[in-house]
């Protein structure tokens, strides 16, 4: 596969009758369309793009992947993303900055369109195919207000040269138009300057001899976004975890006062968020008499709407955002597990938990929810697992994909060796998915309440494991069963360094064209 070949040389000027042309944006269906154009235009360098790196690129930024159709089949394609250029600077590779050709590298917020590939059927060469998809980007450019597109360039008329002069000298000569190239000197001619030369861009490359061209055509209409004086994204996050001892309460106003304590102090540290464990609220069950552990916690139940509003209003008064640990939820008669995500600004919505555990689903009848979310927050995009959930790999890879920078975990675990199943996942599901994960439990005894004897408890904040993080990969962790706060703040550019630059990168290193974890459930 090579970058930006530009395979549209010899295009001339001739006029062509009986086609319909159309530009577009790329769709899944066209693939057939595209890996025909690709084996002919790659025979001799890999072929086409696997189905999986196409998909994901389309999915990514269906914007910037554009072609131009004939009568309803695709004759010529340009891939794209945008990058935060900063972050890779002009010494980079063709699959450091297209993730692989994952486009994984792509980042709504970068500043310059990088050009993945450009190819054409090669009878249709010569209807300015190629000029007419440079256009269509650089209109891109400027409807994104980014400031350049840049592209790595291919030189295949170099070998003829390589042993009378060096790649800047033919570089040179080809601008002069002393000698021609099938690609440079069709880009020069579309107002494209060559910066610099890249050395091993494209080390397959035989043609350039792992030689490239790094490529910028500036958009003068570029306005730099002047800073947001309020409300910028975050690069940092500050969070907090409470780690509950369970009591027994009298009342539900018991638990409210409790939980309101947990979120001033954290709120006067000045937190993004706070965590609470889940079933935070067990000790209300003690309340439901003499019943058994099936009406005790459909009785716990009775109380949620209460406490999360509750809640909702502290997250506003206080402003901090809060998730509520994980409190039961009756719906239609089934009962679910359920951690709300209050957020500063009034607003609240809930993640149900997908798998109960064992004794969930023996002692409660407790249902699995079928939607997986990730949520915007004014710190950073997160997602809520809830205890058991979180041994399942699959739901945080799946977050992953979405971008989700912070995991939060509330668990509620009765032995040591259940909180360390939950602790080794989150550690695990950091280090896979290149994310923060905080955990945040309970302990204690709730002797009134059947089936639920004593809990134990440590509470954490998890990193990636690599040189820019704790050498033990933990940011923080608690004392023990003992009642008390967790702070932490974490830095969110680190885990985007980490993704392309990292001693091990897992994200952009898995082989998507071999597997990829689907979600099935409800979107």
């Not at 206080?318 to 597990?337: D, K, Q, R, T, W």
Request: charged content about 25%; overall charge negative.
């Amino acid at each position: 596969m090579a970058s930006e070949t530009d395979s549209l040389e010899h295009e001339k000027d001739h006029e062509h009758t009986g086609h319909k042309l159309l530009l577009r944006n790329l769709t899944v269906s066209d693939y057939s369309d595209i890996k025909r154009i690709m084996e002919l235009v790659y025979h001799s360098a890999g072929g086409a793009l696997p189905e999986s790196k196409f998909r994901s690129i389309l999915k990514t930024f269906p914007e910037g992947q554009i072609c131009i159709e004939d009568d309803g089949k695709v004759i010529a394609a340009a891939f794209a993303v945008v990058v935060d250029y900063d972050k890779f600077g002009d010494k980079h590779t063709y699959m450091e900055i297209t993730g692989n050709i994952y486009a994984t590298t792509h980042d709504p917020r970068g500043d310059v369109l990088y050009g993945i590939d450009v190819f054409a059927d090669p009878e249709y060469r010569s209807m300015r195919v190629g000029r007419r998809l440079y256009e269509a980007r650089r209109e891109l450019c400027k409807s994104l207000n980014l400031r350049a597109i840049m592209a790595g360039g291919r030189i295949p008329g170099y070998k003829a040269h390589m042993n009378e002069m060096s790649p800047q000298q033919y570089i040179a000569a080809v601008k002069r138009k002393d000698l021609y190239d099938p690609i440079l000197t069709f880009q020069l001619s579309n107002d494209f300057e060559v910066k610099q030369v890249l050395k091993g861009y494209l080390p397959e490359d035989k043609e350039s001899q792992g030689y490239a061209t790094l490529l910028e055509w500036f958009n003068i209409y570029y306005e730099p976004e002047k800073p947001m004086l309020f409300g910028a994204p975050k690069t940092t996050a500050r969070i907090g975890c409470v780690q509950w001892q369970m009591r027994e309460f009298h009342n539900v106003d018991d638990v409210v006062k409790q939980a309101e304590y947990f979120i001033n102090a954290l709120s006067d540290y000045r937190c993004d968020v706070a965590l609470f464990p889940e079933f935070f609220n067990a000790p209300l069950m003690g309340l439901a008499g003499n019943g058994n552990s099936l009406e005790a916690i459909r009785h716990l139940a009775t109380y949620t709407d209460q406490i999360r509003d509750e809640i909702r209003r502290m997250a506003v008064s206080y402003n901090i955002n809060v998730v509520a640990g994980s409190m039961p939820v009756m719906e239609n008669g089934a009962l679910y597990n359920v951690a709300y995500l209050c957020r500063r600004d009034g607003t609240v919505e809930a993640q149900y938990k997908i798998h109960p555990t064992p004794h969930e689903k023996r002692e409660w009848m407790m249902e699995g929810g079928n939607r997986l979310n990730v949520f915007d927050t004014d710190f950073g995009k997160i997602g809520i697992l809830i205890c058991y959930d979180s041994e399942f790999p699959e739901l945080s890879r799946l977050l992953a994909d979405k971008d989700m920078q912070i995991l939060l975990v509330p668990f509620w675990t009765d032995t040591k060796n259940g909180y360390l199943r939950v602790r080794r996942c989150a550690q695990a599901r950091a280090i896979e998915n290149e994310c923060y994960v905080a955990i945040s439990g309970s302990f204690g005894n709730l002797p009134k309440v059947d089936n639920v004897d004593i809990q134990y408890g440590q509470t954490a904040v998890f990193s990636p494991s690599d040189f820019a993080f704790p050498h033990d990969a933990i940011m923080a962790e608690t004392t023990p069963n003992t009642e008390m706060t967790l702070i932490v703040d974490v830095d969110l550019d680190k885990l985007q360094n980490l993704k392309n630059e990292g001693s091990v990168r897992n994200f952009l290193d898995r082989r998507r064209d071999l597997y990829q974890v689907v979600w099935l459930g409800e979107e």
